[in-house]
């Protein structure tokens, strides 16, 4: 898809993060840019930010678990910009531990945000997109993890995590294929490890599902969220379906698929 100054872009958990590196990057594309985010004062800082720097930018509180929420803003998004050509469905959270040790609570919590938030996003926008005049795109934050199980130590296990994005991905996939004939792209956005405060989302954590907790391990080291938010124009632009980061998980993503094959290899034999 083109992208021309002064179309739209919705970016989710915008407030820090590789959100708010998307949100960087498409305001220096020209674009207008609305940052949704369950900290609406972390929100409204990288807003000003923008609008500082001489841009168009508005902050809108999301819980992207709630379906009411981001109904609400699509609405305001649309009231304000007219018209969306890129959802980035991108808040996420994650918990350590391993499946079994996993609660009920750490289930809900997770799957709301990493799931059930871009199933929200969808619908509330994709019924918008498909009446609108000209092209729009749509960008769903996956991970690596989503594609392919690679050695974590004990304290790292994410099982929760991983499940949740390699669902995000086949959502993807799958929305890939039904939303061609609109003329919609879809990317499945899948870094490999991305400076963040994701490690610390339990700060958000609601208490009904066991409320705020401090950061269970240290902050990752990796890309900075422009570098990867720059990636992620550039598939948008090029209409790809996937954006990988980084070329180390290759070898793994390579023995999954050599697994399956050999699978599918004992029938024939």
Known sequence: MEIQPGDAAVITGAGSGLGEGLAQVCHEA?????VAD???D????VASAIREAGGEA?????????PASVESLA???YE???EVRLLC???GVQVFDSIIDTSADDWSWVLGVNLHGVINGVSAFVPRMRQQDGAAYIVNTGSISGCAPYPRPTTMLAGAYITSKYAVVGLTESLHDELEPDGIGVTALCPA??????FDAARNRPDGLGGPAPASVDQWEGMEPAQIGRMVLDAVREDRLYVFTDTWPRRFIERRHERMMAAFDLLEA
Do not use: H, P, Q, Y
């Open 30 to 34: 020209g674009m207008r840019v609305a």
């Open 38 to 40: 369950i900290e609406l």
């Open 42 to 45: 972390e929100a409204e800082r």
């Open 58 to 66: 508005i902050a809108v509180l999301t819980d992207v678990t709630d």
């Open 75 to 77: 609405a305001r998004a």
């Open 80 to 82: 304000e910009f007219g």
């Open 89 to 91: 469905n991108n808040a």
């Open 193 to 198: 490890g991305i400076r963040s405060r994701i």
